[in-house]
């Protein structure tokens, strides 16, 4: 899966043919779901890619390189060594059940007026329940702080809690959460300035501590609970990605149960790609182990 956060896209612009985002990684074998906002132009947004399973996947001719061939399926050779490693005698896995890896229900409510700002997708797998959301930043001045910790973190915490509870399976929430919690997450903690600075005053962290607390976990954090220096976003008009003065702004939240080993999805390791360029945040990755 890839999620993404902050598109700024209208649905005019998925419809644009010059534009060419509709079935953007199509040919690599992707399906896709997007939630655009309609509170304001260029504002917010969300989209999941989600990896088809069992069926046929083009391979694309062109020579021009574009985000689609980055997905792409590998080319003969290289599958070949694939099998040929998978084909070791030794290697007990068990093939996962393509049903498995494919939603069985997608939405974009948790039923509240911010619905309209297209900040949330969530698809329901099998074995839990996956949303992408893009929290609200409490802005320049903190004119939505109030907003942001005393109504989103309550009733979105609310949400998911009540999907975890209505499906009778573990949850998981990531993307841009717009907050830095802990003293390892910033690169500068304890500055003056910071407790006036969207996402890292203390009263975003209370509030992300409270919904951790309420049965879910910081899964990076959990499983590199001493590891420094690691920021998902860096201010580009300070110039701090070089010298890396970053904040971890992007997570992934689960379900505390999901840690147990009879759980049947588990998370085995969460990071960030921090050389990889082209926004002021770096892409956060978590593997899953699923039984099948």
């Given at each position: 899966?890839?999620?993404?956060?902050?598109?700024?896209?209208q649905g005019i612009h998925l419809e644009d043919p010059k534009l060419k985002l509709r079935g953007i990684l199509d040919e690599a074998g992707y399906d896709e779901h997007w939630s655009c906002s309609t509170a304001k132009k260029?504002?917010?947004?969300?989209?999941?890619?989600?990896?088809?399973?069992?069926?046929?996947?083009?391979?694309?001719?062109?020579?021009?390189?574009?985000?689609?061939?980055y997905f792409a399926p590998k080319k003969k050779n290289e599958e070949k060594t694939k099998q040929k490693s998978n084909s070791n005698p030794k290697d007990k896995s068990i093939p996962i059940n393509p049903e498995m890896l494919t939603p069985t229900n997608v939405g974009f409510s948790v039923g509240k007026e911010i619905d309209n700002e297209g900040r949330v997708i969530f698809l329901e797998f099998p074995w839990a329940t996956i949303a992408n959301v893009y929290v609200p930043n409490s802005g320049q001045k903190l004119e939505r702080l109030d907003y942001r910790?005393?109504?989103w973190d309550k009733f979105f915490l609310k949400f998911m809690q009540e999907k975890q509870k209505e499906r009778g399976l573990p949850v998981?929430?990531?993307?841009?959460?717009?907050?830095?919690?802990?003293?390892?997450?910033i690169?500068?903690?304890?500055?003056?300035?910071?407790?006036?600075q969207a996402g890292v005053t203390e009263q975003e962290r209370e509030s992300f501590t409270e919904q951790l607390n309420a049965g879910f976990v910081d899964v990076?954090?959990?499983?590199?609970?001493?590891?420094k220096g690691n920021y998902s976003y860096w201010s580009q008009r300070a110039g701090n990605r070089e010298p890396n003065k970053g904040l971890r702004l992007d997570y992934f939240v689960a379900s505390e149960e999901m840690f147990s080993e009879d759980s049947k999805v588990i998370p085995r390791d969460s990071y960030m790609i921090m050389d990889q360029l082209g926004s002021d945040h770096s892409p956060v990755v978590l593997e899953l182990e699923i039984k099948g």
């Open positions: 899966m890839l999620c993404l956060q902050e598109t700024k896209l260029g504002y917010s947004g969300t989209a999941i890619f989600v990896k088809r399973q069992g069926k046929g996947i083009a391979t694309k001719k062109g020579k021009q390189a574009t985000i689609g061939s910790t005393k109504e998981i929430w990531l993307g841009d959460l717009n907050i830095a919690h802990k003293a390892y997450d690169w500068n903690d304890g500055a003056k300035h910071l407790a006036k990076f954090r959990k499983l590199h609970p001493n590891a």
